[in-house]
């Protein structure tokens, strides 16, 4: 299974998000809260070798910010709603296989990280294997971040609509089939990954996410995209690699604001002209069938990078474009 990795976004909440909280301490051991329990707004616990979360959690009234990352947490009782401030609750790389109920009364919270990402500290390896999310987590409103990556899920109910301010769903390396209908409710959303699931259809109420800048599903079973995927005006980046897309979608070529696009390991035999996307920045169709790409893209002043890897180009096509693409880096080679 492919790694996925947390998106730039999420690093950028994550920074501002503490920057939000940038004037009060970080307490990094509950050593260092005894006698100041009501003073504790943000505590790390991350990579102490946690099997449970200590007690002395749930007496610390203010805390609006805590990371139990890379830990060996296995359980996690209904205490976690005690803590009724938490505005960002960091629980990846642990050990957990299911989230009581109770966590949909963190009604506060803005983000949660559930799912599994890099390390910062070195450990033994341990993952969260959720097949399941609680429905009360649906419950949580407020969230404008959700990490769901690196588990075991294999659906979403059609609670996910709930989660109407989401600005940021991580969702990549699951067993997903199936996105729900209601996802079209998420308006506010800019960030969706979805990559390495079992995807082979989306929904139409896709096109429904009008604010959405980029967009991951690499590594499913796509052979298409629905109509309403040109309504997403603002998409800026689109990663389709390692999908089943035998024909160029149609609707990629009305996204004007999109910077970044990755068609690579389809089963492309051809492109239209891609000349209208003039903003586009980044462009990879390597590991496909196609055999001619120069008149295609000749009218893209911006862009700087193409990939065309393991292709069917001809060198004479590729060394055309090496001389009148001077500012565009390009990868190739014909090999399989």
Request: charged share 25%; with cysteine; hydrophobic share 40%.
């Amino acid at each position: 299974m492919k790694v996925y990795k947390i998106q730039l976004l999420t690093v950028l909440f994550i920074l501002s998000t503490i920057s939000l909280f940038g004037q009060y301490k970080t307490y990094k051991s509950l050593e260092e809260t005894k006698g100041n329990e009501n003073q504790v707004i943000k505590l790390s616990l991350q990579g102490q070798k946690l099997k449970v979360i200590p007690a002395e959690v749930y007496n610390l009234p203010n805390l609006r910010f805590i990371s139990l990352k890379d830990n060996q947490i296995d359980t996690i009782t209904p205490d976690i709603a005690k803590l009724k401030r938490l505005v960002y609750l960091d629980l990846r790389n642990n050990n957990i296989n299911e989230l009581p109920e109770a966590i949909g009364e963190l009604t506060n919270l803005k983000a949660l990280y559930i799912g599994n990402g890099d390390r910062e500290v070195k450990q033994y390896r341990v993952a969260n294997k959720l097949k399941e999310l609680p429905k009360s987590l649906f419950n949580l409103t407020e969230l404008r971040e959700l990490d769901l990556s690196q588990m075991q899920l294999t659906t979403l109910p059609e609670e996910l609509g709930n989660l109407i301010n989401l600005e940021a769903l991580f969702m990549s390396s699951n067993q997903i089939e199936a996105l729900p209908k209601s996802i079209g409710k998420l308006i506010k959303l800019k960030n969706l990954g979805c990559s390495d699931n079992l995807l082979k259809e989306l929904p139409a109420e896709i096109g429904e996410l009008a604010d959405l800048q980029w967009i991951w599903l690499g590594y499913n079973k796509l052979t298409d995209l629905p109509e309403s995927f040109a309504n997403l005006s603002l998409l800026e980046s689109v990663y389709l690699k390692g999908n089943q897309i035998k024909v160029f979608p149609e609707e990629l070529l009305t996204l004007k604001s999109m910077i970044s696009l990755n068609l690579g390991r389809n089963k492309l035999t051809k492109i239209p002209s891609l000349n209208e996307l003039s903003a586009l920045k980044t462009l990879a169709l390597d590991a496909n069938k196609i055999t001619s790409i120069y008149k295609q893209i000749d009218g893209l002043k911006n862009l700087k990078s193409l990939n065309i890897n393991s292709t069917k180009v001809s060198v004479p096509e590729f060394k055309q474009m090496q001389v009148s693409m001077t500012s565009t880096k390009i990868r190739y080679s014909t090999k399989k």
